[in-house]
T-cell receptor
């Protein structure tokens, strides 16, 4: 079964609004989670590292005020796309490593965002 | 900086045949890990196999095996007895450093299994 879960799987929002995507680790605690973005027919690009109890670390070129990340608990990280625009339409996916499960890094199911 | 290269944008393979997906990597770190993920059209990333840089034996997981050639910096995925359900995008990824969980991905290979 799923080890990391994301919600929602699909979301359509109007331009200018904000949308929140949740990433949950199931049955384990994750002090660190990662958010990736994938454009159609392209690879995954790391956006930011979500750190429990502290500020997220953003990759170069990623607007931290645009993509707000909150890791308020050991099992939940949220990504909020603020003032969304059509160019933010993409596939967003999170990952976490389950301690004690070897070196496997698990991904959520991903979230398809369409901004209209 | 680390880099993953997948040179095969697409592959067509007859059902039940074995297939090798190529992956080369570049890093100056001695400690690293290599992953293969399968991404069906639904988008989820399904973990297939992992190889650590210090692992002496090639990793195997069911029909999946990783042909790890450290000197050549290659980590090819071998799928034996391919099935129609194997049709998907396949990504090679690398993490660098001990305890690091950030992954750098290759551009992927779209595998299509022909009945």
């Amino acid at each position: 079964g799923a080890v990391v879960s994301q919600h929602p799987s699909w979301v359509i929002c109007k331009s200018g609004t904000s949308v929140k995507i949740e990433c949950r680790s199931l049955d384990f605690q994750a002090t660190t989670m990662f958010w990736y973005r994938q454009f159609p027919k392209q690879s995954l690009m790391l956006m930011a590292t979500s750190n429990e109890g502290s500020k997220a670390t953003y990759e170069q070129g990623v607007e931290k005020d645009k993509f707000l990340i909150n890791h308020a608990s050991l099992t939940l990280s949220t990504l909020t796309v603020t003032s969304a625009h059509p160019e933010d339409s993409s596939f967003y996916i999170c990952s976490a490593r389950r301690q004690g499960a070897g070196n496997t890094i698990y991904f959520g199911e991903g979230s398809w965002l369409t901004v209209v | 900086a680390q880099k993953i290269t997948q040179t095969q944008p697409g592959m067509f393979v007859q059902e039940k045949e074995a297939v090798t997906l190529d992956c080369t990597y570049d890093t100056s770190d001695q400690s690293y890990g290599l992953f293969w993920y399968k991404q069906p059209s639904s988008g989820e990333m399904i973990f297939l196999i992992y190889q650590g840089s210090y692992d002496e034996q090639n990793a195997t997981e069911g029909r999946y095996s990783l042909n790890f050639q450290k000197a050549r910096k290659s980590a090819n995925l071998v799928i034996s007895a391919s099935q129609l359900g194997d049709s998907a995008m396949y990504f090679c990824a690398m993490r660098v450093g001990f305890g690091n969980e950030k992954l750098t991905f290759g551009t992927g290979t779209r595998l299509t299994i022909i009945p």
